[in-house]
């Protein structure tokens, strides 16, 4: 079978990291000088092999190849065999991590923007989204100490968005006075950061709702929901992680120096691609500031007393 092109799919309903990067290069495929030629694993692999078997041998040659979010540098090929060979340290390649891998696995072929980038840039776009943007979380505790007045919160929260106690019929009550104190004493909190609270009746629910950074996407099936962000956000990321790649084509054209290369530059000059992520920047800065407003109009400042 040959060796085949592809876009990747795009379901266009996931929230989940590889969703997100699903659609962020298959944006990226008609940007690029040519498109990703692919074959697959016909063996399993092991994450510390140095060969590896491809279902066909076409068109496959030495170099970098990407098997999910993985690289690999392969130094040899044999094409009666299709065995792939690997340099002794080619395997997890310009910082991936070596995994094993099935048959039947996607195998891309030097690779014009690989998987391990675009999720690199989306975890980026991530920790650059606070103060901006938080997510958030809430947590729950008995206020079951008459002498206690500095409650432990868990690791990471930024900023206390409200403070409320639940009374003997079930209803919340707001709290009207807490502080959030960080750098506290281990007697105190564990986490090192703790919440003041007074004017809460002893023996009731208290609960803390609160904003933190956003956590970074850990696997392929991590999801902004699971990470207390609004699925509203996808689109965010998309524009943003685009204006990050999109400038490392330019980059990437300055080292092609032959007749090919001037004949591939006539329909994308040089800095086109430059040019288009400052319109996809201008486009994330737009968003980001809808979601902001949506945010804050959600979560308004609340007006409290400290102690």
Not at 97 to 123: K, Q, Y
């Amino acid at each position: 079978m040959p060796i085949a092109i592809v876009t990747p799919a795009v379901s266009g309903l996931g929230d989940d990291l590889g969703s997100l990067i699903d659609e962020i290069l298959s944006n990226l495929q008609g940007y690029t000088a040519s498109p990703d030629q692919v074959t697959f694993l016909s063996q399993d692999v092991t994450a510390d092999a140095l060969t590896f078997k491809v279902d066909d041998s076409a068109g496959v040659s030495s170099g970098l190849m990407e098997i999910g979010n993985e690289l690999i540098w392969a130094t040899g090929f044999d094409e009666a065999s299709a065995n792939v060979t690997v340099l002794p340290r080619g395997r997890g390649w310009r910082g991936t991590h070596a995994a094993p891998h099935l048959a039947g696995d996607t195998v891309v072929l030097s690779p014009a923007v690989p998987r391990s980038v675009v999720t690199r840039e989306i975890n980026n776009q991530l920790n650059s989204l606070y103060p901006s943007l938080f997510a958030v979380g809430t947590y729950e505790f008995t206020h079951d100490d008459p002498l206690k007045i500095a409650w432990s919160v868990p690791v990471g929260v930024e900023i206390v968005l409200d403070v409320r106690y639940q009374d003997f019929l079930g209803n919340w009550q707001r709290v009207k006075a807490w502080e959030l104190e960080y750098s506290s004493d281990a007697a105190v909190s564990t986490t090192g950061v703790s919440v003041r609270i007074s004017n809460v009746p002893i023996g009731f629910k208290v609960q803390i709702v609160y904003g933190t950074r956003p956590p970074v996407f850990s696997d392929e099936t991590s999801s902004l929901s699971s990470a207390g962000l609004s699925p509203g956000v996808k689109d965010l990321l998309v524009f943003g992680c685009m204006a990050r790649i999109m400038p490392m084509l330019d980059v990437a054209r300055l080292s092609v120096q032959h007749v090919a290369a001037d004949e591939l530059a006539t329909p994308r000059p040089l800095g086109s691609a430059s040019a288009l992520a400052d319109k996809f920047w201008k486009q994330y800065q737009q968003r980001l500031a809808e979601e902001r407003r949506i945010l804050n109009d959600r979560y308004p400042a609340r007006i409290h007393w400290t102690r």
